[in-house]
């Protein structure tokens, strides 16, 4: 069987050596998205813990600012 000059067995024919390359490019760019993805989660991570310290610094400045403004009342 031939098509355009490319016959079946042309496109059957796959070296060791080729298929090891190919295995060991995509398992190099699995492990780059996969150290990519950690660095993203890390990154969150933090962010959520400044969100919820910030928040919680403003909760405790309100707080603060409420107690001493009832206690000018008084």
């Known amino acids: ?13 796959v070296t060791r050596r080729n298929m090891e390359k190919a295995v060991a490019d995509l398992t190099k760019k699995l492990q780059h998205a996969s150290d ?7 990154l969150l991570i933090g962010i959520f813990l400044l969100y919820l310290y910030v ?3 403003v909760r405790y400045c309100i707080l603060i600012a409420l107690e001493s403004y009832e206690a000018t009342l008084s």
């Open 1 to 13: 069987f031939q098509y355009q000059g490319i016959s079946f067995s042309d496109l059957m024919y």
């Open 36 to 42: 990519v993805i950690a660095v993203c989660v890390h």
């Open 55 to 57: 928040t919680m610094f």
